[in-house]
């Protein structure tokens, strides 16, 4: 088979279909979590009434200049219910139209169903009880969100602002809408393809707020490989427990950078099953089918059950 194109591709969500949301939760009990003040944006409940516990929110940025409301999409596990004293770590997810509901995803894409995995592995007792958070992406601005330089040919570079959104805007208003445990080591921060390369670069950048990283199918080539360049000046290893995977039919080219960066972070003190998971999944394409098909142990290695 032919190695699989990791140019960038659509995966906004499509025009004609409107999110629909759930209304505003009741405030969060329990020990009040240690949230900075948002800066003044739009964070608005909306109905939803596809899947059961899953909630979400019309969302604008004071930081990037969304051409729209994007959507944010909030899946809360069975023990968020029935334990209300409880707090839950969270799990942060870019390209959140492809994550629960497939009429939500992007063209003839299959949605992940990270729900029904999810709830799955709690059941089973292989993760902690956990809240999936879906960000969509707004279509036209995805690649300038999720690329930290520019490229020389296709542009972008606007990451760092996109990491500011997350970490500045709409973490601490997930933290005072929900019973979160806001601390790193029990927030996570993961995406595909783009969606890895961006994940991976603001784990380096934010590792006091995202400590646990699903880096799948990553982009490394963008930019002339630069990312390379930015995890190996690295002047310290941050505590950070890293998810990194290449499908075997995603190409040699994107093998190779996969395994040149394995073998940087093993460089720089990550240890292989302690904090660093590296897989080449065989027969695995650059496909949302191929994603969702591993989301399994991405939570199994990132978020084990105590």
Known sequence: MAPQSHLPHSRS?????????SGPRPAPTGPPAAVPEPPPHSFQAVPINTLPRLEG??????????????????????AYEA?????????????G???????TACGSAHPWCIHTTTDRLIEE?????????GIANTGPRRIAEYTHSQDPKLGGGEGRSYGRMLVEELKP????????????EKTGL??????????????????????????????????????????????????LRIWLDMGTEEGAPHLHDADLLFQILQRHGWQEQIDLAYQRIAGAGHSEDAWAARFDDVLRFLFPAK
């Open 13 to 21: 969500t499509p025009g004609s279909t409107a999110a629909t949301f």
């Open 57 to 78: 929110h019309s969302f604008r940025s004071a930081i990037l200049p969304d051409p729209e409301e994007r959507a944010v999409r909030v899946y809360l596990p069975l």
């Open 83 to 95: 334990e209300p004293d409880r707090r839950f770590p969270v799990f942060y997810l870019h390209d």
């Open 97 to 103: 139209q492809n994550l629960f509901d497939e009429h």
């Open 125 to 133: 007792g292989s993760i902690e009880p956990l809240i999936l958070v």
């Open 173 to 184: 208003l997930i933290d005072r809408t929900y019973r979160t445990r806001p601390d790193a």
């Open 190 to 239: 993961g995406g595909s393809s783009l969606g890895g390369l961006i994940s991976l670069f603001l784990g380096f950048e934010y590792p006091q707020v995202f400590a646990k990283l699903a880096v799948m199918s990553p982009s490394l080539w963008w930019d002339g490989g630069n990312i390379m360049t930015v995890v190996e000046s690295i002047a310290f290893k941050p505590s």
